[in-house]
Structure formats: C-alpha cells, structure tokens
C-alpha cells in the first residue's frame, strides 16, 4: 500500500484517509485488533478491513468516508511539525518549477513532508526527490512516513544545514526549491546542485524583506526572469438568485400615433422630467410603469406576476483562515 498506486479495498497495515468534515480529515494506520476513539463513537479498525475506499462508515454518532490517500487529501491531514504549504501555493510551485516525470528536485527544508509528498507524485515514476531537513526530530518522522507511504524509492531524505553546509550536490537538479530563514545564504549551493543545462528555483519567504534580500543575491548569482507571486486563498459562497425581469411597458396607440419626425439641425428640448426619449428618427414618450410609487406591499403583489431570470453569484467568506506568504521564482540559462 502506498501513495504511488491505488487499489479497491482496505487491506491490515494501510494507511487511510478518514473524512469526518471538510475542516476534519484524519490519518489512520490500519492494525487489527485496535479501536480509535472518535467524537462520532468507537471505530474497530477491523471493521474497516475489506472495505472499498470511498465508502460511508456508520457510526454510533454519525458517519465518515474512507478515502484513499492522495498528497491532496496528506496536505490536509498531515501531522503539522512545522508550518505547512497548501495546495494553492504547492500547485503554483509544481506548475511554475515545470515538474514532470523524470524530473529531480532538491528541496531545503522538508519540514512536515506537505510539500515534498506533491513534487514526488510530480516527478513519478522515474523522477527523484533529494529533500534536507536540518531538526534531527523531523527528519526522522518525515523518513519514516515515507517509507510507510511507499515513497522510498524516489526521494532521498539527508539531515543536513544547507545554509551553512550547502547541498553537496553536483550539476543534478532540474529545480530546486527553498523554504528557510535564510534562503539567500544557500543560493550558491543551490546554482552548483541545478544542471548545466539550467533549470529553475522557488523560495518560499513570508516577509518582503527576504525576499529582497533573495532577489538580489539571485540577480549576483546569474539568474534570470526573476519573478515573485503571492497566493492568497479565498472561498466563496456560491447560491443561485432571482432577478424579476424588466417590465417597461408598451406604447399604446395614442402614444404611436404622437411620434414626431426630429429636426436634427435642431437640439432636443428635454423636459425636466426627462420625459422624452430619443428612437431613431422620433420622439417619443417613456412609457411610465404603474405602482412604481406604490407602497411595497403593491410592488410584492406586482412581482408575483412577473417572470425572473435565475443566475449563479458568488461572495467572498468575510472570515477566512491563511497566512501571508511570497513565492519568488528565477530561471538559470545554462552554466
């Protein structure tokens, strides 16, 4: 079982996804004899052996879905040992780095994995992923889940400084890619990792004042088409409105009869009530629309005639959850 393949059912010793909400998704490792504790009541891990993913779980409370796992659905449920990307900056970063299979990526720091899990599903199956994680801590969880997710054959993970000790690595990369303190200080070592053919690099800064600070060591450095992008995340409401139609009236024919042929050398006297409208080559009234004055309850009877038109809108959620963040991208032209 792993992150590289899928399959139909749940199987002792895999690792799954449980959706209780859209803001309550879980990780569980499947072993027999075990019982998880849930707000929605008891969960035997052997009740869920033999099920097909996507299922809806009963529960004493409530229910669940079992999901099989994806690095969208990890994103979400990682265990957060540091601050994580999301899929809206890990979407722009795989699209912007140009990651496709085959493709190597180093990536300084590894963190809690999020990240790392998106770009290794990039470059399958033939691609790799060196990643460098300096806290000793998590580069042992972050080892560890990648063995469990059957990832091990296409990422390296190193404990390792890259600031002060650099990549160590030789003309390998086609894209690197840097969330540290620092990122300016392993520029170098990242130009020596990238392939002499060229590539590209990402740096992840949550301040404006690294990110200056990069930009101008990457400009010393040689790279090119420096550009720098800020994700934001918002949701929005999505309903469906009613707009009652525009009733304007028809002339009757008293009205029609009244046209005038307009003397263009001449300029349109127009009342104070703006009651003449020009039409072509006449003039004639606006048709005035009854009740229109009317106390609210006439304006409702009216309405309740009238045909609507029916369209999508959406609004922004007022409150929303994010962080601040910059993603600077530049691309080395051969070396």
């Known amino acids: 079982m792993g992150f590289s393949s899928y399959k139909k059912s ?15 998704i879980a990780p569980l490792k499947i072993n027999l004899g075990q019982t998880l504790q849930t707000a929605y009541g008891a969960i035997k891990h052997g009740d869920l052996i033999g099920k097909n993913y996507g299922t809806k779980i ?6 669940i879905y079992l999901l099989h796992p994806t690095s969208e659905l990890w994103t979400q449920a990682v265990p957060h040992r540091t601050q994580i ?6 979407s722009m ?19 809690s994995g999020s990240l790392s899990h998106a770009i290794i599903r990039s470059v399958m199956p033939t691609g790799h ?31 390792r400084d890259v600031c002060n000790d650099g990549f160590q690595l030789n003309h390998v990369a086609d894209a690197v890619f840097l969330d540290l303190p620092s990122p300016w200080s392993c520029i170098e070592s990242a130009k020596q990792a990238i392939k002499l ?4 690099i990402c740096s992840f800064s949550p301040c404006i004042e690294q990110v200056s600070q990069t930009c101008a060591t990457l400009t010393e450095k040689g790279f090119q ?21 525009a009733s ?34 006449s003039v004639a009234k606006k048709p005035c629309l009854e009740n229109t004055n009317n106390s609210g309850k006439n304006n409702k009877d009216k309405k309740k005639g009238q045909d609507c038109y029916e369209f999508v809108t959406a609004s922004p959620v007022q409150d929303m959850q994010g962080h601040t963040g910059f993603l600077t991208f530049a691309t080395l032209y051969g070396q």
């Open 85 to 90: 990307l999301y899929s809206t900056d890990i």
């Open 10 to 24: 749940v199987e002792n010793g895999d690792k799954v996804i449980l959706y209780f909400s859209p803001s309550h």
């Open 197 to 200: 053919q060229g590539g590209r």
């Open 58 to 63: 009963n529960c004493p409370k409530g229910w």
């Open 248 to 281: 304007l009236g028809e002339l009757t024919e008293l009205e029609k009869m009244q046209k005038v042929k307009i003397d263009r050398k001449k300029p349109i006297e127009m009342g104070t009530n703006d009651d003449m409208v020009e039409t072509g080559e």
């Open 129 to 159: 992923l060196f990643t460098f994680e300096f806290h000793k801590d998590r580069f042992e969880k972050a080892g560890q889940e990648f063995v469990e997710h059957g990832l091990s054959d296409n990422v390296t993970i190193t404990h």
């Open 93 to 111: 970063i795989v699209f912007q780095l140009e990651l496709t299979a085959g493709s190597v990526v180093v990536e300084a720091g590894t963190g």
């Open 225 to 245: 088409d420096i550009k720098i992008l800020e994700c934001l995340l918002r949701k929005f409401h999505v309903k469906h409105t009613g707009l009652p139609k």
